[in-house]
């Protein structure tokens, strides 16, 4: 069973994929770029909040790496506190 498992896996591998979704009415494209938009609107947010003075810069920080774990793009090992 390894081998037929193996063989279809390799004959799969030389066909096209093609991925749908019925439901959504934007391009690749424009979602990603709709999606970057609303995080460079957060990210300008927090750091344009002026009620947070330079010690909690840190803070301001840590508000815009979480916007980007919300995305799912983590922030590599400089987040690892």
């Known amino acids: 069973m390894e081998l037929a498992s193996e063989l279809l896996a390799k004959l799969l591998e030389r ?11 934007l391009s690749g494209a424009a979602l990603l ?3 970057s938009y609303q995080a460079l ?3 300008q947010a927090v750091l344009r909040d002026d009620s947070l ?7 301001k920080i840590e508000e815009i790496v979480q916007i ?7 922030c590599g090992s400089r987040h690892d506190f």
């Open 15 to 25: 066909q096209p994929l093609s991925i749908t979704f019925p439901e959504l009415h």
């Open 33 to 35: 770029e709709s999606a």
């Open 41 to 43: 609107c957060q990210i």
């Open 53 to 59: 003075d330079d010690p909690q810069c840190f803070q």
């Open 68 to 74: 980007f774990e919300q995305l799912g793009s983590n």
